[in-house]
């Protein structure tokens, strides 16, 4: 199965958000595989802080304030197949609705940034069709300049019998 990556990079974050939002498409579910975020901008013990980061399956209305992203495919053969799952990144007003469940629920200093991997097949995250999943950052007391990789993989609908 073809990995995807979603990026932002040198995005002035200074509000709550939904770092990245994505939506599996009707053709395949999703396998969500790692989440990365940092920042460049603050550094030194003056400027430490904490952020919350929280990662939740399940709201059936979109956010928005942010913008689309193509992803790209990890295979860099001018055949590859493109993604078919829609990805925002930066949505200042969050998804809403439904009945999510929070997955993750962490803090991370910036001075260190933020990583969460499945590092075994049955830690990774698996989106049904149309199934929505967010990273959602609390707001930092200053404005950041921050970085954020979405790696994923569409691994088709699940057989039927």
């Known amino acids: 199965m073809p990995l995807f990556t979603a990026t932002f ?3 002035a974050v200074s509000a709550a958000q939904d770092a990245f939002e994505i939506t599996a498409p009707a053709t395949s579910r999703v ?3 790692e989440v990365r975020l940092g ?3 603050d550094f030194g013990d003056a400027a430490a802080e904490i952020l919350s980061v929280t990662v939740l399956r399940g709201h059936t209305a979109s956010g928005s304030g942010g913008s689309a992203i193509t992803p790209g495919n990890m295979a ?3 055949a590859a197949p493109a993604a078919v799952s829609a990805v925002e990144a930066n949505n200042t007003t ?3 609705g439904g009945s999510p469940v929070t997955l993750v629920a962490d803090a991370f200093n910036i001075q260190q940034g ?8 049955y830690e990774e995250i698996i989106l049904e069709v149309n199934q ?3 990273v959602r950052l609390s707001a930092p007391i200053d404005p950041l300049t921050m970085n954020g990789t979405l790696l994923f993989e569409e691994i088709g609908k699940p057989p039927t019998n």
């Open 94 to 96: 969050v998804a809403s």
């Open 39 to 41: 920042q460049y901008s």
């Open 31 to 33: 396998k969500v595989k």
């Open 76 to 78: 860099g053969w001018s």
């Open 132 to 134: 929505r999943l967010v």
């Open 9 to 11: 990079a040198g995005v």
């Open 114 to 121: 933020w990583c969460w991997r499945a590092w075994e097949e």
